[in-house]
Each structure stands twice: as structure tokens, then as C-alpha cells.
């Protein structure tokens, strides 16, 4: 995504040192991992798809979630793997 903040400088002629050109919202590991925002892994994958490639994604076990109800109760529900992708 490009960065207005720099289009801006450069056409007002001041200086753009330290001012990138691209913003990026993504992370990257050491092993090349992309570590992405939250919301981000259809448009990603539909990217790699259309690339003629496919996003590997780890297998992450299930998040479990507790809260107290009205009455004392105390349900405990587990997170699916899609789930815990985004809110992770």
C-alpha cells in the first residue's frame, strides 16, 4: 500500500529520508514465515491461489475459552482451529 504521507513530502519538495514509500502490514520470520493482521487469510490466500500456489498453515491446537454465567455456571467452550487464525 503506498504511503500518502511520502507523495505528500515529495511533492511539496521536502525531504523523504526515513519516510518509506510502501506501507506493510505483515511480519516475517526467520524460517520466511509471513505473520499476518487479523482478517487478512482469505484475501492472502485467494492471492496465493491465483498465483497457482497455497499458504501452508500451521496445525494449532484448540483455544479454551471460560466465563462466569448469571447463576454461578461456568461453560467452557473450545475454539476451533479457524477461530483461534483469528483471533490469535
Do not use: C
Amino acid at each position: 500500500m503506498h504511503n500518502p504521507l511520502f507523495y505528500e513530502r515529495r511533492r511539496m519538495r521536502a525531504s523523504t529520508f526515513n519516510i518509506p514509500r510502501f506501507l506493510h502490514s505483515y511480519d516475517e520470520t526467520l524460517d520466511g514465515g509471513l505473520i499476518l493482521p487479523r482478517g487478512m487469510l482469505g484475501t492472502v490466500t485467494n492471492l496465493a491461489a491465483q498465483a497457482g500456489s497455497r499458504p501452508e498453515l500451521p496445525v494449532l491446537p484448540p483455544v479454551v475459552v471460560g466465563w462466569v454465567v448469571k447463576g454461578g455456571q461456568q461453560p467452557v467452550h473450545q475454539a476451533g482451529p479457524a477461530l483461534q487464525r483469528h483471533h490469535s
